[in-house]
């Protein structure tokens, strides 16, 4: 069964940094390109970015270029969201997705975690 | 690049059909067979419904379908359950500066 399993949010005053971490399990977690997607507190959903499967490319949102950075470890079977320069628009529950194929779609999802920004 | 368009809600009575629209641009719904959509139950994470505007996942009931036109995509459930009532979004890839757009989310009422 495929799990995606992400800790790592919390209360960050602004300015601060946070690392975001999803644990894989039930697939072969090295075959695949994975996301991260968010929603801030009652809105809609907004992708942040994404990784290749071995690292070497990754994409950003417009929102978070130059602050937030995707890595993953296939040996730990983690993928990662650094986020620094945390900003008051960055509160939001921050998902990790798996892609189906490399064709930008997100066939499983994590439960999310919840990241606040605010002093 | 900016967010599709959704109609903020929606509302259909058991057994009914109704269709969700998704209207892009030409450099995203237009352009790439990449539409998909997800369902999401408050508190829960998003479930992928329809991907490559058309194809459903193993395990995605066939009420669910999707299609496209021009710059608009649409989803559509026939045979409306009380289940069904969801926020549902749709996505479209976009090309390589801004891959990924969603729209902005329509709330589906089962009445």
């Known amino acids: 069964e495929v799990q995606l399993v992400e800790s790592g949010g919390g209360l960050v005053q602004p300015g601060g940094s946070l690392r975001l971490s999803c644990a894989a399990s039930g697939f072969t977690f090295s075959s695949y390109w994975m996301h991260w997607v968010r929603q801030a507190p009652g809105k809609g959903l907004v992708w942040v970015s994404r990784?290749?499967?071995?690292?070497?490319?990754?994409s950003y949102a417009d929102s978070v270029k130059g602050r937030f950075t995707i890595s993953r470890d296939n040996a730990k079977n983690t993928l990662y969201l650094q986020m620094n320069s945390l900003r008051a628009e960055d509160t939001a529950v921050y998902y990790c997705?798996?892609?189906?194929?490399?064709?930008?779609?997100?066939?499983?999802w994590g439960q999310g975690t919840l990241v606040t920004v605010s002093s | 690049q900016s967010a599709l368009t959704q109609p903020a809600s929606v509302s259909g009575s058991p057994g009914q059909s109704i269709t969700i629209s998704c209207t892009g641009t030409?450099?995203?719904?237009?352009?790439?067979?990449?539409v998909s959509w997800y369902q999401q139950h408050p508190g829960k994470a998003p479930k992928l419904m329809i991907y490559?505007?058309?194809k459903r996942p193993s395990g995605v009931s066939n009420r669910f379908s999707g299609s496209k036109s021009g710059n608009t995509a649409s989803l559509t459930i026939s045979g409306l359950q009380a289940e069904d009532e969801a926020d549902y979004y749709c996505c479209s890839y976009a090309g390589s500066s801004t891959p990924v757009v969603f729209g902005g989310g329509t709330k589906l009422t089962v009445l």
């Open positions: 990784i290749n499967s071995d690292g070497s490319s990754t």
């Open positions: 030409s450099s995203d719904v237009g352009s790439y067979n990449l």
């Open positions: 490559e505007v058309s």
């Open positions: 997705a798996r892609d189906l194929s490399l064709r930008w779609h997100f066939d499983y």
